[in-house]
């Protein structure tokens, strides 16, 4: 049986997450502390300043979590076969394939989270009970071609994305959805508009090395494995593109029906996703 390791991405945070993970790697949370400047312990279990739903503080928070709770999932039972990660995830299935040590990887996604904290103006939609052909469709017959798909979660559940008025007027375009839910997000994340974002990004990540990977990684923006050449490419790219969470399940699922996944890092919100998909 293939054993799959997915990590979730931002939404997922929560006050108190990694409670019972940070005495047990003080080494980790040192490094953490050094490269950001605060006590990630504190942020995560305390949040003294309002701070975790911040995406700059966010991500580099559930990166650690999520990292942690790998290190000790894999002390207890061993590596998976593959990994996997939504979004911000993603930055962890890669450390959990030896792509980069937890070091490098939090510096890469602090750049990241830096970066599209500062993307202002635009919104997200999750869109609830709507297959994504009735998505297309209302958008293409309202004009709404600044929006883009930002993640393809599941069969009922899409995300759209794009300028905030954009997203805004797009509200009651769906009537046959369940619901519509504007996210709390400030920027139109996985889209167009971050290409500027990306770009920067690339500047960064462009020169460094990485490490080929010890199990594969589903690249979010293709639905495909990585190839040890492409990691900066890849990661360049998910910025400003879909998230491709139900082909990259439904792959997986075509090798292996009975594939096992395992959830790692804060809440359930993967294990939900995955039992809508199958």
């Known amino acids: 049986m293939t054993t799959i390791y997915m990590f979730p991405g931002q939404g997922s945070q929560k006050k108190g997450m990694g409670a019972d993970l940070f005495d047990k790697y003080p080494d980790i949370c040192a490094q953490a502390d050094d490269i950001l400047g605060y006590s990630i312990k504190e942020l995560c279990l305390e949040d003294p300043n309002d701070k975790l739903g911040s995406t700059d503080y966010t991500q580099p928070a559930l990166y650690t979590v999520n990292a942690l709770s790998f290190l000790n999932e894999k002390e207890e039972n061993g590596q998976a076969d593959i990994a996997i990660g939504h979004s911000l995830g993603e930055y962890n299935a890669l450390f959990a394939a030896a792509a980069y040590d937890f070091s490098t990887g939090l510096k890469l996604v602090q750049k990241r989270g830096e970066l599209m904290s500062k993307a202002k103006g635009g919104g997200m939609a999750a ?85 080929d990977l010890e199990i594969p990684v589903i690249a979010n923006c293709t639905a495909q494995a990585y190839a040890n050449d492409n990691i900066a490419e890849n990661l360049v790219k998910q910025i400003h593109n879909s998230v491709y969470w139900v082909d990259t399940i439904m792959n997986i699922l075509a090798e292996d029906a009975e594939a096992e996944f395992k959830e790692l890092g804060p809440g359930k919100v993967l294990a939900g996703l995955l039992r809508q998909i199958k």
């Open 127 to 211: 869109i609830v009970g709507l297959d994504i052909d009735s998505i297309k469709k209302s958008l293409a017959e309202n004009q709404l071609d600044s929006i883009d798909i930002a993640n393809y979660n599941s069969p009922g559940q899409t995300v759209i994305t794009g300028a905030k008025e954009d997203i805004e007027a797009a509200q009651d375009k769906f009537e046959e959805a369940r619901m519509v839910v504007v996210l709390k997000v400030s920027g139109a994340f996985h889209s167009r508009h971050m290409k500027d974002a990306a770009d920067e990004f690339a500047d960064f990540i462009m020169d460094m090395k990485f490490n």
